[in-house]
């Protein structure tokens, strides 16, 4: 298909790891990015991968990705209730447009 | 820090009138894009303005829709006669390259149709 595909609700207790998955669907991606959308408010960029990398950290956030699959995940260590909010996965198209997934809204617990 | 600026933050319009959405990109970015996020679902693009041209544009963005640079620093979208769907978050956006740099959104702009 052409959308890039997440879950849409993920719940999970403060201090427990988070786990947010999407598939893309270009091959051709060479940037996969996560952005954060907390209620009302803009679109901010968390982090970002090349397509030739297979992993990387960034302080609580691991970004991983399985190229041949076309699955990318974002997984948030020790989840604080101020990482509660919407994450989109996008991948980068010709010209530096972006496609965007749908979102997964994360609920932290207390 | 540089921001992209968007107003108004939010704006009612009545349905068939000309709205413009205006956008203050980072001064030194070359690259401008508008999307668009019906509530509750995805951002869609909506187009890629660049050199003072559009360089690419989604299906979305028919002949109602519009893009100008009128004065070197905003960057504005004008909807010719809107519609009810239209009522959506435009979020515009700017890159300092095309291809793989940061795009920087905007806080967006609420549009109600009414």
């Known amino acids: 298909g052409e959308d890039v595909e997440q879950s849409l609700f993920l719940s999970v207790r403060e201090g427990d790891s988070s786990v947010i998955n999407c598939t893309y669907t270009d091959s051709s991606s060479t940037y996969l990015y996560w952005y954060k959308q907390e209620p009302g408010a803009g679109l901010q960029l968390l982090t970002y991968?090349?397509?030739?990398?297979d992993m990387k950290q960034d302080q609580r956030l691991t970004v991983l990705l399985n190229k041949k699959d076309k699955h990318l995940s974002l997984r948030i260590a020790d989840t604080q209730t101020g990482d509660s909010a919407i994450y989109f996965c996008a991948e980068n198209r010709s010209q530096g447009n972006l496609i965007f997934g749908k979102g997964t809204k994360l609920s932290v617990k207390p | 820090e540089p921001e992209v600026t968007q107003t108004p933050s939010h704006q009612v319009t009545q349905m068939g009138q000309e709205v413009i959405l205006r956008c203050v990109p980072i001064s030194n970015h070359l690259y401008f894009y508008w999307y668009r996020q019906i509530l509750g679902q995805k951002v869609e693009f909506l187009v890629s303005f660049y050199n003072n041209e559009i360089s690419e544009k989604s299906e979305i963005f028919d002949d109602q829709f519009s893009v100008e640079r009128p004065d070197g620093s905003n960057f504005t979208l004008k909807i010719r006669s809107t519609k009810l769907e239209d009522s959506a978050m435009y979020f515009c956006?700017?890159?300092?390259?095309?291809?793989?740099?940061?795009?920087?959104f905007g806080q967006g702009t609420r549009l109600t149709v009414v």
């Open positions: 991968i090349f397509s030739n990398m």
């Open positions: 956006a700017s890159r300092l390259l095309g291809g793989n740099t940061e795009a920087f």
